[in-house]
């Protein structure tokens, strides 16, 4: 058995999870940042009907495989693998490993992307059975998709070299290359659409594969100051890419539950009112800002680090770590909620409510976002959990309690889509990600022995109490705003009052109710 690390070593792991974690965090905010403009842009100029239900589920499948194949897969099961072959063979091989990965999965992606493209119709029916009644929808979404679905071999590669900068320690790139999807996109409607006076819709779906070619380039340089330059090899008999090869499969669907999820919702909200894909979307888009800054961001931050400490054998110190992330995440998204959940109407109204987008378009948005960001901590919990398992190697638990958690969003969404709309089908997705959560989690600390439950409750409850004082003044002060007027000075200034009152309350109650994760992030900061 490989010697168990020091306390030191795991701290010093905390302090790398940290630090990363506030880089991957900064960049992501931005992505963020940068991805609600081009929203609200996309907004004004598609609304909620015909053409943004068509492009968002053109724009959903390749996003979908994107989670599957790329931040899901590739990533689990490439990471964990790279890390081991540094660890026991050097750099020299570990280079080596991710030459012959990029061209196995570039290889494989070109075919994947050749087949996608003949048989769109076939996904598109599947993705939005209710499309198929209306043969303009129809065929508007499965041109869109086909322009689109290059993206994912884009992408893929993307990730892989991300995973391998990542495990170096080179985080910023990787976190910053999403922000050029959404330059591109705002470029399109901007150049493409009002410039070149294209459709909105085909401008958005060729900005998008651009993207993809510009975010894969962007890695380029880092690489190579990393040492790494990545050329053909067709050794596809070498050891560790079999070891990463068994990872694969089952990471490519137990690694991104919540987009299955979505999905799903996607397939049954086609079969409701025109406009609830479009609404689900927009919830969905708030939803992953916070999911993406410090979920998302923490699990790519925490993988690398997690993985050194399974590989050496230090489940205590894995324990320690997946606790440590988890408290770390919920710092953060208990009061993103409660702020989402209290302000949900303003912020869609400020952001969203201009041109086409109506009235009544925000409030059927802030319904559906009510029930997404009842689950937000289960939505991010699963980062976390996942990556776990992910750093064990162990790919299949994740794959057959997923599974489960899709079987029973399908049939909660049934169950709830006709009373409750689409405001069902996002519960649906919320109760299947906690049950998910759930079950994944208690199989993960009795698997690794360490977990510190009732340290972890107590922090848990201190950020509840926070969280729950701040709700109460964000509540009385945005009762200033007149939110179904949209956008106005009087609006905005409400609302950046909620935020900037919001964060100053919680700050202070978690300093006096002594939270530990105050010092975490001072430390991060004064660096």
Request: aromatic share 12%; with cysteine.
């Amino acid at each position: 058995m490989l010697p168990i690390k020091t306390d030191h070593s795991v701290k010093s792991e905390k302090k790398l999870i940290t630090k990363a974690a506030g880089v991957v965090g900064f960049w992501t905010s931005l992505s963020r940042i940068s991805g609600f403009i081009r929203d609200l842009i996309i907004a004004i100029v598609l609304g909620a009907g015909v053409g943004s239900d068509s492009f968002f589920v053109a724009f959903r499948i390749p996003n979908l495989l994107r989670r599957l194949f790329a931040e899901g897969a590739l990533s689990a099961a490439f990471v964990p693998t790279f890390i081991e072959t540094l660890q026991k063979d050097g750099k020299e091989e570990g280079v080596r490993l991710a030459r012959i990965a990029v061209t196995f999965s570039t290889i494989v992606l070109c075919f994947i992307t050749v087949l996608g493209i003949v048989f769109t119709p076939q996904i598109v029916r599947v993705i939005a059975p209710g499309f198929f009644d209306d043969p303009e929808k129809f065929g508007l979404t499965i041109q869109l998709t086909r322009i689109m679905f290059p993206y994912i071999f884009f992408i893929s590669l993307v990730a892989l070299v991300s995973g391998a900068l990542n495990s170096l320690g080179r985080f910023a790139a990787p976190a910053a290359a999403p922000i050029l999807l959404n330059i591109s996109m705002i470029g399109g409607i901007l150049i493409l659409t009002k410039g070149l006076d294209w459709p909105p819709g085909y401008s958005l779906s060729w900005a998008v594969t651009l993207a993809g070619l510009f975010q894969l380039l962007l890695q380029a340089p880092f690489l190579m100051a990393e040492g790494v330059t990545i050329k053909p090899d067709f050794h596809f008999g070498y050891p560790p890419l079999r070891r990463m090869g068994r990872l694969f499969v089952p990471a490519a669907i137990g690694g991104a539950v919540y987009q299955v999820n979505v999905l799903v919702g996607t397939m049954l909200a086609s079969l409701l009112p025109v406009g609830s894909v479009s609404w689900l979307y927009y919830a969905d888009r708030l939803v992953e800002m916070p999911l993406g800054v410090f979920a998302i961001a923490l699990g790519s931050a925490a993988l690398p680090s997690m993985s050194r400490l399974a590989s050496s054998g230090d489940y205590k110190g894995l324990g320690e770590s997946v606790s440590f992330s988890l408290r770390l995440i919920a710092f953060f998204i208990i009061p993103a909620s409660v702020g989402l959940i209290v302000l949900r109407e303003p912020i869609i109204s400020v952001l969203f409510q201009h041109g086409r987008f109506t009235c009544t378009d925000t409030i059927e948005t802030s319904y559906a976002l009510l029930w997404y960001t009842a689950g937000l901590w289960a939505f991010s919990g699963l980062k976390v959990v996942t990556q776990a398992f992910f750093s064990l190697k162990d790919t299949k638990t994740p794959l057959w309690v997923s599974l489960f958690a899709v079987a029973l969003n399908l049939g909660a969404g049934i169950l709830l889509m006709h009373p409750m709309k689409h405001g069902g089908l996002a519960l649906a997705t919320t109760l299947a990600a906690a049950v998910n959560f759930l079950i994944l989690f208690l199989i993960l600390i009795r698997r690794i022995k360490w977990f510190d439950i009732a340290g972890f409750l107590a922090s848990i409850a201190r950020i509840t109490a926070a969280s729950f004082i701040m709700g109460v003044f964000l509540f009385s002060i945005r009762g200033f705003g007149l939110w179904s007027h949209g956008i106005s000075w009087k609006n905005l200034v409400v609302l950046l009052t909620c935020v900037i009152v919001g964060i100053g309350v919680y700050a202070v109650c978690a300093h006096f109710l002594k939270c530990e994760q105050m010092r975490s992030i001072k430390s991060v900061l004064k660096k």
